[in-house]
């Protein structure tokens, strides 16, 4: 079984993306390769191992760390994300509901 890859983009991905490893039942590492640096944006990688607990919280849990960081709340922004489940299927947050983001990690 292949793990889920979630590719965090923007000046502050580095913090988000420790955040985003930090949320309950979520189990993984990140890096943040020089070569992924796109247009001078700093990339970040997080490799999610192990989901723990129920799926849908955890994708609700998601898209309140994206919409937390995509808005500046905190002073730290992201520019984009993109989620790549164990079977190659991609999805962006931008508009991704709960539910599409469930998907992605269940599949």
Do not use: C, F, H
Request: glycine share 10%; proline share 3%.
């Amino acid at each position: 079984m292949s793990a889920i890859q979630i590719e965090v983009q923007g000046q502050d991905s580095i913090a988000a993306t420790e955040e985003l490893l930090s949320i309950p039942g979520l189990s993984g590492s990140w890096e943040s390769p020089n070569a992924l640096e796109r247009e001078g944006t700093l990339v970040t990688i997080a490799t999610i191992i192990g989901i723990v607990g129920g799926t849908m919280a955890i994708a609700e849990q998601i898209r309140k760390w994206y919409q937390e960081y995509k808005r500046g709340t905190s002073g730290k922004k992201i520019e984009k994300v993109l989620i790549v489940g164990r079977n190659g299927r991609r999805l962006l947050l931008e508009n991704a509901t709960p539910e599409q983001i469930k998907q992605v990690l269940e599949d």
